[in-house]
């Protein structure tokens, strides 16, 4: 069975910090794909990124970046220069082939909360 | 944004009573989902569908079932609320191609079962 975890539950930074949300999957597919969501105060679920397990490059895009190392089955997400628009919590998610429907697994979620 | 809305937004009812919450898109996408938001557990799958009338269960999925009988609509329905459903349904499109497998998710309903 596919599991997600992200072991912190609440990171507290004050704005312009950086801040690394951690990332641990666990799946018997060799083919699978990784995704980041963030959820603001608001409640919408906002699709940040998707990555293959074949393109383990790292990404940047604007103040965020991602690691990904399958060879420890993490997909790391970091927020440079912290904002205070960054507070929200974010879900690391894993999905299944496409022959069995896409589902996604999502770990529990981390809530960034950055001060001014 | 991608044209999914849900309806209702935001609900109270008593153990016991039927619900029916629907989901609505514009993309003509094929799959459509949906899960379950609770403190602590993330997002939890309940029901999807692959096409008309082609529905199969997900990670939590007793208590809840799902019809779909046009491509645009997805229903879930709760046949006898309890509350430990009270909870935050979201309901998410996708579009299932080769590179292009993100869902995207509608704004939720927030559901209160008294």
Known sequence: ?116 | DAGITQSPRHKVTETGTPVTLRCHQTENHRYMYWYRQDPGHGLRLIHYSYGVKDTDKGEVSDGYSVSRSKTEDFLLTLESATSSQTSVYFCAISYLGTENNEQFFGPGTRLTVL
Do not use: H
Not at chain 1, 21 to 30: F, G, P, S
């Open chain 1, 1 to 116: 069975a596919q599991k997600v975890t992200q072991a912190q539950t609440e990171i507290s930074v004050v704005e312009k910090e950086d801040v690394t949300l951690d990332c641990v999957y666990e799946t018997r597919d060799t083919t699978y794909y990784l995704f980041w969501y963030k959820q603001p105060p608001s409640g919408e679920l906002v699709f940040l990124i998707r990555r293959n397990s074949f393109d383990e490059q790292n990404e940047i895009s604007g103040r965020y970046s991602w690691n990904f190392q399958k060879s420890t089955s993490s997909f790391n997400f970091t927020i440079t220069a912290s904002q205070v628009v960054d507070s929200a919590v974010y879900f690391c998610a894993l999905s299944e082939p496409k022959a069995a429907g896409n589902k996604l697994t999502f770990g529990g979620g981390t809530r960034v909360l950055v001060k001014p």
